[in-house]
């Protein structure tokens, strides 16, 4: 089914060449960073973007630097560039504007990376990688003021739950979302909680 309101396209910022989704509305824009082995389409198969069109919210989906599949040039996992890419997307698209920002795996540790730089309404996790090799990354936890919901399946062979309650425990304004028999990917394992708690986290971040 498409989308009138849709807008896939082709991003060129700074260094980097990428695909993206665009909804344009009013209101505080959601900006997705997929995980390693993903595209922006996954966000499309779990049916958010649908549900975000059709309460009228703003987002962003970024094919993104790190992806192995993501319609991306030049690919590279520096965050750095990752997240330099990531903000000037988000400029172009939605100017300066704070945006919730939704990060899966690798993009979770994207996320991270990105609202220890600059200014964001509320993050919406899961099971983020590297949560803690960054010394630097770690000192910034105690400023993250806003919101943040941390998604974690009980069938993660990737992530450790022990990890994931440490990293609640350690951001000032964090909840663990545990998700029962899902995996590493638990929003795709269960997309109708997922859909549920990244709409209750914006509410509480507008």
Known sequence: ??????????????????????????????????GLSYTIHVWERIGVTEQLEE????????DMPY????????????????????????????????????GASLGGYVALNYAATHPVRGLFL???AHAFDN??????????????RIVWGTHDSVISGEEMRTLTDTLPNAKMLVYNGAAH?????????????????????E
């Open 1 to 34: 089914m498409v989308n009138c309101g849709l807008e896939e396209k082709t991003l060129s910022v700074g260094c980097c060449k990428c695909k993206a989704l665009i909804h344009k509305a009013e209101g505080v824009p959601i900006v997705f960073f997929h």
């Open 55 to 62: 309460k009228k919210v703003p987002f962003l989906a970024l």
């Open 67 to 102: 992806g192995l599949k993501s319609s991306c040039q030049p690919k590279t996992r520096d965050p750095k560039t990752n997240i330099t890419f990531a903000q000037e997307a988000i400029k172009t698209v939605f100017g300066d504007q704070a945006p919730v920002v939704v």
């Open 126 to 128: 899961i099971a983020p």
């Open 135 to 148: 010394d630097e990354l770690v000192a910034a936890y105690r400023g993250f003021k806003f919101p943040v």
């Open 185 to 205: 990917s638990a929003y795709q394992d269960q997309p109708e909680w997922f859909k549920r708690d990244l709409l209750e986290l914006y509410a509480n971040a």
